[in-house]
């Protein structure tokens, strides 16, 4: 695709913190990059200490409506030329809509939230929809609450799935040292679950279900990677205790090695409640692992039941034990969906596919 010469793209999120809203930012900011396209990089909020994106700005934004930032934003705008801006969710669509407006630059919009009260009529969403000539939604899922719930015109509304860095399939003397690494057992059967420790994540439903399987398969060991509040890490701690899998279960907090563990575990499994798209799930499909989730939100775009893991029903803990029975009982079974799923995530979800959507959106809309 050949680039105008002249496309230089302010890329404003409000927030960089822990969640596949910061890594999808980033890895378009650095794809946009090496396509030969001019990114400023906004965040509206301190980032997370680990956050490194060459010349990020920061201008932290105030409770209230802040004609400020507003101010701050416009100024960027005209210092750095920008004729596109690219927004990611509420706030920053809203104040880098009304500083684009100012200007007359044109604004594209990434919804990513998961949680379906973001997709209901508001003063902020109307206010976004005359301000934004483009949006970008993670799934066809959220394209249609979009659309249907908050009436974003359909011929500006778009998809652009997120995509992930794809190698070679991890071989078995790979998988081998960096189980090693990890102190894993060879022995032991090791499933993974990486997400926010609330509720909304479906861990306590993971955590249910393993109770009847290790009366089988006492080598069984789940590893939970992620952070949250107090109470949601209290509350799954208080379930491990009550059923007696303290031996069984490992919660490893927030880890900064996420692609070492998709490639040391057997099988990735994340009965998410609710999920705009879920991108960890086609992080495990580039680490060749088969993936037990829930037929919700985006998760039914990447992950084809039977095809390259399983798909339930959220919250049923009777269909999670039966589709992780299957599997651990099967470790051909494992290797072949795990191998069907790099496939698809290697032709369907590549940085590069999500980030030549996102520019034939921003030259040709």
Known sequence: MTLPAQLRVLEVVQGLGKGGRTTRFTDTVSGLRLQGVFVLPLCLSKPVDWIDINNLQVIERKEGLSCRLIFKISTLIKLNNINLVHAHCESSQLYAGIASFINNVKVVGTCHRSSLAR????????????FVSEYVAVSHDRLSLLTNNLNFPKNSSHVVHGGTYIN???????????????AIPNTQITLLSVGHLGHIKGHQDTIA????????????HLYIAGDGTYEEKQTLMTQI?????????TLLGQINNVKEWLCACDIFVQPSIEEAFGLVFIEAGAQAKPVISTNVGG???IIIDKETGFLIAPSSI???SHALKTL?????????LGFQGYIRVKEQFSINAMVQKYIKIFIEN
């Open 119 to 130: 997709y209901q009529p508001n003063l902020v969403n109307k206010l976004i929809r005359f």
């Open 168 to 182: 070679e399939a991890p071989s078995k003397e790979l998988i081998e040292q960096t189980r090693k690494s990890l």
């Open 209 to 220: 279900a393993l109770k009847s399987i290790i009366q089988t398969t006492p080598n069984v």
């Open 241 to 249: 205790t009550n059923l007696k899998l303290q031996k069984n279960i």
């Open 299 to 301: 998760i039914k775009e």
């Open 318 to 320: 009777t269909e999670l």
């Open 328 to 336: 651990i009982a099967d470790p051909i079974e494992q290797r072949k």
